[in-house]
C-alpha cells in the first residue's frame, strides 16, 4: 500500500473471531513493535488466542528535526501537533492507510466492524485515535498507550470544519498513559481524555501508572497489560481465556524506540 512495508501479522491460534489493528511508534516498525509486545507478561496473544493482530509499518517519512528520514507516522513533536492549527506533515496520509486496513479486516470479519480493535502505541495512538475519528464504523474497542490526540486543541475549541471528522463516537476507548512520562506529558494524554470524554461523549476508560520503563514511556507491566485485557473481554463481552501455563522461551531484547 502506496509503498509501505507489509504489516506483520500475528496469525490467531484458534478459530478467528477478531482483529486487532495496532501501531508501533516513532522510530520502531511494525516487526519491532510484534516483538516487543509478544515479550510483554501477561501474554495478549495467549489470553485472546482467537484474535489476528496486524502491525502496520509506517514507512519513512521525513523528519524535519533530525533532517533525515525516519520511521515515524507524522512529523510533529507532540505538542505541537496536539496544539497545531495547521495541516501536520505525514497525518493524512497514515491516517488514510489505516482506514484502508480497517476496511480491508473488516471485510475479513464478514462485514463485523464491532469485532475489529484499532489501537497504538505513543506517535501511532496519535494516528490511530485521529484515525477513529475519521472512520464511518463503530468498532469493537480503541486502545491507546502512552500518546495523544493531533490537533486537540482545534476539537476542542470545536474549530474543526465539518466533514473534518465523520465519527466513531459510540466506540469504546481505553487509554493508558504514565504519571511521569517525559516524552508525551501527561497533561497532552489528559486534554486527548478530555475532548473525548467531555466534547465528543466517547465512553473513555483511563488509566495512569507510575514506574513505566524509558522514563515513563512504556506498557506498564503487568498492570497496563492487565487493565487492557479487562477493557476488552468487557467490551466485546468475552468470556475470560485461561491459556495453559508454557515454557517461557528467552527471547532476545527488542529497543522499541517511540
Known sequence: MSGRPVPQIQEPAAEHTHTVIFLHGGGSDGPQFWRAIRRRRPSLFAKFPSFRWVFPSSGLLWSSSMEMERKQWLDASPRDSSESAQEIPGLSSSVEYVLRLIEEEVQRLGGRADKLVLGGLSQGQATSLYALLRCEHRLGAYVGMSGWLPLAHKLDQGTLKEGDLQGA???PVFLGHGTHDRKVPLELALRARHVLSTNMNVDVTWRQYVGAKLDGHW???????EDVAE??????????YNAPSQNQTSLPKDTCLI
Do not use: C, G, R
Open 169 to 171: 463516537e459510540a466506540t
Open 219 to 225: 506498557i506498564k507491566e503487568p498492570e497496563e497489560l
Open 231 to 240: 477493557f476488552l473481554q468487557a467490551k466485546l463481552q468475552l468470556e475470560e
